[in-house]
């Protein structure tokens, strides 16, 4: 079992804003914060990691529900760990208590701070060909850019292998549930998830999946895939406070909400669930790429937090 530290963490300052990263434990953002000048109110825009959380680590396989990780070089869930590419068969470890892959396992691995600036930090990932199955080595660097009104996140792979590579990237937020209280983003299609969290599909938005106009976010166990995403989402507290998305280079956009939780996740990736073998049936729309050896692919999203 391996253990991550979120010691040392890095902490980025532009006026009200405050952003806490812990590279150590997976290129994780822990905290995203403003403080009101005038009285001091302090607003979490991402779930913050728990102190005792801080102070102890955590076990890499159960990670903690709270700030932001990257995905890379899947996001969500591969099908018994298993798929077919240009002729091998790749067999990845299936997560504890899952009967799939999950999440591409470089949050669970330590990252590199290789740069810092008072308002902007990079971390970087390095991962030799046939780790933790994966055999495909490659360069995963991730950019934290802090302004006055929220923060930056930029993802870049690099196939460091002499042969292509698939692959996809994402980002993994943990908003507080309040949030939740008005919710809006367009999307084409949506894919249907089995009753263990691979997708099915593609089909149209129904009503009850559509968010294209505001509507609350029911307190329900739910998990939805959606495809042909245009990139933005709007979260609104019933206090007016809000947070507007925008993503490039991101397609896809997974939403779950647990039941009874303090959370729930708007993910901005690049693919579908299982797009590892769902591409073999429907092609370029489960997102799943290929990236040839020595390119780079790249995708950003910016989180904008409005008090009012």
């Known amino acids: 079992m391996t253990r991550l530290s979120v010691a040392p963490e890095t902490t980025l300052q532009h006026g009200a804003f405050k952003a806490v990263l812990a590279p150590a434990a997976g290129g ?26 801080r102070a102890a680590g955590f076990e890499a396989t159960a990670w903690p529900k709270a700030g932001c990780y990257p995905l890379v070089p899947f996001s969500n869930r591969i099908r018994a760990g298993c798929f077919a590419f240009e002729g091998r068969s790749v067999q990845l470890p299936i997560h504890p208590g899952e009967r799939h892959a999950l999440h591409g396992g470089s949050h669970r691995m330590p990252w590199q701070l290789i740069r810092q600036e008072p308002q902007s930090a990079t971390m970087m990932y390095l991962h030799a060909e046939g780790e933790h199955g994966w055999p495909w080595a490659f360069r995963a660097e991730q950019d934290v850019v802090l302004d006055g009104s929220g923060v930056t996140l930029r993802l870049r792979v690099t196939n460091e292998s002499a042969a292509a590579m698939p692959c996809g990237c994402g980002f993994h937020p943990y908003f507080p549930a309040h949030f939740g209280h008005r919710l809006q983003f367009r999307a084409g299609a949506v894919w249907p998830p089995t009753a263990d969290f691979l997708a099915l599909g593609p089909t149209q938005v129904d009503a009850q999946q559509d968010y294209a106009a ?68 429907s092609g370029p729309r489960t997102g799943w790429q290929i990236l040839p050896p020595g390119e780079t692919l790249a995708c950003s999203v910016r989180i904008a937090c409005l008090a009012s």
Request: hydrophobic share 40%; net charge negative.
């Open 28 to 53: 994780r953002l822990t905290r995203l914060m403003s403080t009101e000048a005038s009285t001091g109110e302090v607003t979490d825009w991402l779930v913050p990691l728990d102190d005792a959380v």
């Open 214 to 281: 505001p509507r609350t976010l029911p307190d329900l166990e739910l998990t939805q895939y959606y495809g042909e995403w245009d990139g933005q989402a709007m979260l609104v507290s019933a206090d007016g406070r809000s947070i507007h998305m925008k993503a490039e280079a991101l397609t896809h956009l997974v939403l779950h909400r647990p039941a009874g939780k303090g959370y729930f996740c708007v993910e901005p990736v690049s693919h579908v669930a299982d797009a590892a073998n769902l591409a073999q049936q």
